[in-house]
């Protein structure tokens, strides 16, 4: 079974910096591309950063230079460095992973990240 565990998230302050990481029970083989998407109550979920297994990156534009995507192959772990964290970063963060000649998006369970003072 296909499984995404997810870790990190939490409370942090405007400006601060959380770090949260996706390990995938999948041979890094199989895997096309993995990284984050996020919601809010009432919103579609949007795309925060992804990275694929050539190692290009994609950030919204809302992240970018913000946020950075790293991968473990070693570990099948992906990673999401959050800097300068904003309210507006506020939401449930899904890891998600693509694989293969597979056209289902796996999700993670999703981590509360909630930026506030």
């Known amino acids: 079974q296909r499984r995404l565990v997810e870790s990190g998230g939490g409370l942090v302050q405007p400006g601060g910096s959380l770090r949260l990481s996706c390990t995938a029970s999948e041979s890094i083989f199989n895997i096309y591309s993995m990284g984050w998407y996020r919601q809010v109550p009432g919103k579609q979920r949007e795309l925060v950063a992804g990275i694929n297994n050539r190692g290009g990156t994609d950030y919204a534009d809302s992240v970018r230079g913000r946020f950075f995507i790293s991968k473990d192959n070693a570990e099948n772990t992906v990673a999401l460095q959050m800097n300068s964290l904003k309210p507006e970063d506020t939401a449930v963060y899904y890891c998600?992973?693509?694989?293969?000649?597979?056209?289902?998006?796996?999700w993670g369970q999703g981590t509360q990240v909630t930026v506030s003072s």
């Open positions: 998600y992973m693509l694989l293969h000649g597979d056209y289902t998006t796996y």
